[in-house]
């Protein structure tokens, strides 16, 4: 697999890169979308960094011709999006939205005619606001009607659409939503989160079967969980034990009722106090087997204890004399360690790592071209230890780059930049930064130069 300097992966290994549709479709109230959780959170003051929101975006909705072609000229192999749900069904059940369908389907045909294979995930947190209204996710009923949708996106788009991902970080979804408030929902409620991640999980279940019965072509089935390597801050037993309490609620919560059929005995019984007992049937329905597993991985965590932090008595710490970036550490070390463990401990049929990348500071120099050897260096070293995990016999099968362009980075809004190609959102104008032509380079060679 090497050859000198140049880390070659195996033949049919799949370049890609990820999006998701709030983050860069705009057109919020065009071709009868209806509004989202993240359209009323967005507009709810002082949720979102300068106030600011998605209803424009990257314009994708109006501007996806330019974008699929430039995804063209850069080689991409794989462009993973997602749908908007109140855009297929703006109330979330009942009639269904042809238009939006109809965007989709176009934008579907004009990646098959570039040779990009789509893959579409069905849910990346823009939830219908009238479900919300109705409960949300905590709400059991809104697993139904996420099966139902499934099946509506199916019908029209399975005959050509193999690749699917049900959900995408129901972590950040159910936590960052329910529990911290962070993200829309914007709830404070260890219950709602709870029942919020437990729903997300049936939810995924049911959208399988659904899937299945509905695609007219065998569809390849995952979902992309947000995982993180967890070390303790120090060797201490107290350190020690809240790196175990926190991978519990990070990385087992999801990973063991899918590929076990249970939810951790340990994190049960610490979480006992805000669990909503679980109905018969429900982990047969979660732990469904799919075809694969998608794997987001940006950064490790370093756990300390902290009793002042409720349930898990555990916070993150952010050691000094480290490289960050600006959200998180550099560490490069983890990709191959979540990626190794995942696959020795869970046994999924493969892996793809569907979403990595880095936020930093870049713009356009005064030649018009956009430098970003930060960003380089960090997927470099990254796409390195997928190598060296595929060499240690994990079978990873894609890498998807997080993101094909600049867009709305949530509560952060537009001030921090992952894309491979550079948006002048006054403009709306894309640049190619160095880094995608770099990244054009790898998918060219299916390898990466040290």
């Not at 998180?328 to 569907?354: A, C, D, K, Q, S």
Request: charged share 20%; aromatic share 12%; with cysteine.
């Amino acid at each position: 697999m090497d050859r000198g300097d140049l880390l070659t992966f195996p033949p049919g290994f799949q370049w890609g890169v990820a999006s998701s549709s709030y983050q860069i479709e705009g057109a919020v109230d065009e071709g009868g979308r209806g509004p989202s959780i993240w359209d009323t959170f967005c507009h709810t003051p002082g949720k979102i960094a300068r106030g600011e929101t998605g209803d424009i975006a990257a314009d994708h909705y109006h501007r996806w011709e330019e974008d699929v072609r430039l995804l063209g000229e850069l080689g991409v192999q794989v462009y993973r999006f997602s749908v908007a749900w109140p855009r297929v069904q703006p109330t979330g059940r009942g009639k269904v939205n042809g238009q939006g369908l109809d965007f989709y389907e176009r934008l579907v045909d004009a990646l098959i005619a570039r040779n990009i294979t789509p893959c579409l995930t069905l849910y990346h947190w823009d939830l219908p606001q009238p479900l919300q209204d109705a409960g949300g996710w905590p709400n059991r009923d809104t697993a139904r009607y996420f099966a139902d949708y499934a099946a509506i996106v199916a019908g029209r788009l399975g005959d050509r659409v193999t690749g699917w991902i049900t959900h995408n970080e129901p972590w950040v979804a159910a936590f960052a939503g329910n529990f911290s408030g962070e993200h829309a929902p914007g709830i404070q409620d260890p219950v709602a989160a709870f029942q919020a991640a437990h729903h997300l999980l049936l939810s995924h279940g049911l959208a399988v079967e659904a899937l299945r019965a509905t695609c007219r072509r065998k569809p390849s089935i995952g979902l992309a969980l947000n995982l993180n390597p967890v070390h303790p801050a120090t060797d201490s037993q107290a350190d020690l034990e809240a790196a175990t309490r926190f991978d519990g609620v990070l990385n087992r919560w999801f990973l063991d009722p899918l590929y076990r059929g249970s939810y951790p005995e340990d994190m049960v019984r610490l979480f006992e106090p805000v669990l909503t007992p679980v109905r018969e049937g429900d982990l047969k329905t979660i732990s469904t087997p799919v075809e694969w597993l998608g794997i987001n991985y940006y950064s490790h965590t370093v756990a300390r204890h902290d009793p002042s932090f409720p349930l898990i008595e555990a916070s993150q710490v952010q050691p000094t004399g480290r490289e960050y970036s600006q959200m998180w550490e550099i560490y490069p070390e983890g990709m191959h360690e979540i990626l190794t463990r995942v696959w020795n401990e869970y046994h999924p049929p493969y892996l793809v790592v569907t979403e990595n990348g880095i936020p930093v500071a870049d713009e356009p120099d005064l030649d018009g071209k956009a430098r970003d050897p930060r960003r380089i260096a960090y997927l470099r070293d990254h796409i390195a230890q997928v190598h060296r995990a595929i060499a240690d016999g994990v079978d990873v099968r894609g890498y998807y780059h997080w993101s094909p362009t600049d867009n709305f980075e949530w509560a952060h809004g537009y001030g921090k930049r992952f894309g491979l190609i550079y948006i002048d959102f006054s403009t709306q104008k894309r640049t190619v930064k160095d880094s995608g032509w770099w990244f054009k380079q790898v998918i060219e060679a299916n390898g990466v130069e040290l």
